[in-house]
């Protein structure tokens, strides 16, 4: 056997059918007012319902994550918070818009809460990547780690085959 050592991230994970409809109590418990919901354009009629469910707890709609984390859209997602004074972020999508979201993090601290709809896995690792000038960096630090994570089966009923295969693949890694 090979020797190894594991660190356990904390992590609150909501899992189950209809476990959307607890996201006002996660972002309630968090101790936040005005949440700024992330999404890809892709995505944009989730983070309605998002908005939707969270009522007056919803800051705004950032939806215009892309894949690799560009350096200017996670400044633009960062200014777009500040001014709409939202106090978290909710980032319901794949591995672009949870990446958004820890890029947000990295500089601001607003804490995060995950809605994955693809099975990227980022949702509980404290790894992030931002590119810049078309090259990407990574790291690793704990204020980019969500601070819930809410995995509603129903949200990715829809996806393709080809993603399910592909995202799946990716979380087992």
């Known amino acids: 056997m090979n020797p190894f050592v594991y660190v356990a991230q904390p992590a609150r994970i909501v899992f189950g059918r209809g476990t959307l409809a607890q996201l006002p109590d996660e972002v309630h418990a968090l101790g936040a007012r005005k949440a700024l919901v992330l999404s890809t354009p892709e995505q944009r009629a989730s983070a309605d319902r998002v908005v939707r469910l969270l009522g007056e707890r919803a800051a705004g709609v950032f939806d215009r994550a892309v894949m690799h984390v560009p350096l200017e859209t996670a400044r633009e997602a960062r200014a777009l918070a500040r001014e709409l004074r939202a106090d978290c972020a909710v980032a319901i999508g794949g ?41 990407k960096k990574t790291g690793r630090d704990l204020r980019v780690l969500p601070r819930a994570v809410i995995y509603d089966p129903d949200l990715s009923l829809g996806l393709p085959v080809g993603m399910s295969v592909t995202s799946g693949i990716n979380a087992i890694a």
């Open 95 to 135: 591995g672009s818009t949870i990446g958004l979201g820890k890029a947000i993090a990295l500089d601001s601290g607003l804490p995060i809460i995950a809605i994955p709809t693809t099975y990227a896995g980022s949702e509980v690792t404290p790894i992030y990547g931002i590119t810049e000038a078309g090259l």
